[in-house]
Structures are given as C-alpha cells and as structure tokens.
C-alpha cells in the first residue's frame, strides 16, 4: 500500500505552502485532492491513511477531502468521449474497444482550505 507515503508527501507539500504563505498551521481546516479513478491511488485508503500522517502533529485537525474524478476516454475510432469503467470499456457509440484517456489519472493536491477568521 504506497497510499502511506503517498499521505506523507501531501503533508509535506501543506506544510510548505503554509510556510511559504506564513498561514498558521491552526487555521488549515482541510487539504483536498483530486483522484482519479484510472490512477494508481486508491482514495478509501488514502483517507485510512491520514490519520497516521498527522498524528501528533500540528495539523492533527486537518480533515482529507477527496474528489473522485471519473475516466472518460475519447474511443479512437469514432471520437465519442464516454466513462470508461461505466461502459464496459467500449464505446457505447460504436462499440469500438480502442480509446485514449482524457481524465481519470489524475493525482493532486487540489487546494488548502482554511478557517473563517
């Protein structure tokens, strides 16, 4: 499970740009990523993971929020774009199996939320 370093490597890059912005690590109220679902990454486990990452930490309250992103892929065939993984990995236009990805793989840290003041 890779989702553990994974974990400790978005901290270490909150904990950076809190630096770099001079936020106070106490009004981090959330980290949020995007996952894709044609990633390697597996959000249940990354969500299982955080506590672990800032346990004793100073960002201890820092909830993980995760947006799945779906895998839509555009069939190379007919250029339908369609959800992959809903489609039996065919294109529902043309049935073709051929296709590139267009969204799904993705892994970032998508934004730090932060408390009202």
């Not at 004793?56 to 839509?72: G, Q, S």
């Not at 809903?86 to 236009?93: A, E, F, Q, V």
């Amino acid at each position: 499970m890779h989702e553990l370093g994974l974990v400790f490597e978005v901290l270490n890059r909150v904990k950076g740009a809190v630096e770099e912005n001079q936020i106070e690590p106490q009004q981090v109220a959330a980290v949020v990523l995007d996952v894709g679902e044609a990633s390697t990454v597996v959000p249940k486990y990354m969500k299982e993971c955080w506590p672990a990452a800032v346990d004793r930490t100073e960002y201890e309250h820092v909830d993980l929020k995760i947006n799945e992103l779906t895998a839509v892929v555009e069939c190379k065939q007919c250029g339908n774009l369609y959800e992959y993984l809903n489609n039996d990995r065919k294109c529902p236009k043309c049935g073709c199996e051929k296709a590139a990805l267009v969204t799904g793989k993705e892994f970032q840290l998508k934004e730090i939320l932060l408390y009202d003041d």
